[in-house]
């Protein structure tokens, strides 16, 4: 299973970050991101508590069955073990972390779940990946831009980066030349009133727009 999401994440290259949503809005986000070609989606743990573990794991379960067979649910901002285990029990099938802790990472495979763990430098992106990772989120990548990624994936080539941090419409194809296999989008997906105003039918069009750049690229396989 590990492998096959892996292969779709390369094909998809899209993530959709979402925090701080839940219930039926989140579900109709879900269905409308959906109809736009976006087939993978992160519910972020709340680091500050202001929302239980419990809570978001309840999110991705809710969601995981509501798209099952249709999207790919996974946790983001996973600093803790239970925390693997609460999105694993949910039925969510991938692993983001803000940072790079090898135990995560550890714990994230032994777990059969995907692993992206964060970094930024080479030596937190190489040791990302001896520890196991799957994939590297450049994190902030709005920090250097695009040819820091092309910087990076010279001696690290073997190494696949998603770019995440202030990425957007507008410098995709940008990361997508200089080595990013894929995209981490949160708050520059879109204008926020459309989800503000409930929106949906618009959040698809931005959505296919999105997908059409992530496509016409064929980004890095390595």
Avoid: W
């Avoid at 995981?64 to 983001?76: K, L, N, T, V």
Wanted: charged share 25%; proline share 4%.
């Amino acid at each position: 299973m590990n492998e096959e999401i892996i292969q779709k994440i390369l094909e998809e290259k899209i993530i959709i970050i979402v925090r701080g949503l839940e219930g039926e809005p989140l579900m109709q986000l879900a269905e409308a991101l959906y109809k736009g070609g976006i087939r993978f989606l992160e519910i972020t743990y709340a680091a500050d508590k202001e929302e239980t573990d419990e809570a978001v794991a309840q999110t991705i379960r809710t969601l995981s069955e509501r798209m099952d067979g249709r999207m790919y649910i996974g946790a983001g901002t996973v600093i803790r073990k239970n925390q693997v285990d609460l999105t694993k029990a949910a039925g969510g099938k991938f692993i983001i972390s803000p940072d790079a802790d090898p135990e995560i990472i550890a714990y994230t495979k032994q777990c059969g779940l995907v692993s992206i763990p964060g970094a930024l430098t080479p030596g937190e992106i190489t040791a990302a990946h001896r520890a196991g990772a799957d994939f590297v989120k450049l994190f902030p990548a709005n920090l250097h831009g695009p040819s820091y990624v092309k910087t990076i994936k010279a001696p690290l080539s073997h190494i696949r980066l998603l770019a995440v941090g202030s990425v957007d419409e507008t410098t995709m194809e940008a990361y997508a030349e200089a080595g990013a296999c894929g995209f981490g989008i949160g708050t520059k997906f879109g204008d926020p009133n459309l989800l503000k105003n409930r929106d949906f039918a618009a959040i698809t069009e931005v959505a296919k727009g999105y997908v059409a750049i992530a496509k016409s690229k064929n980004g890095a396989k390595a």
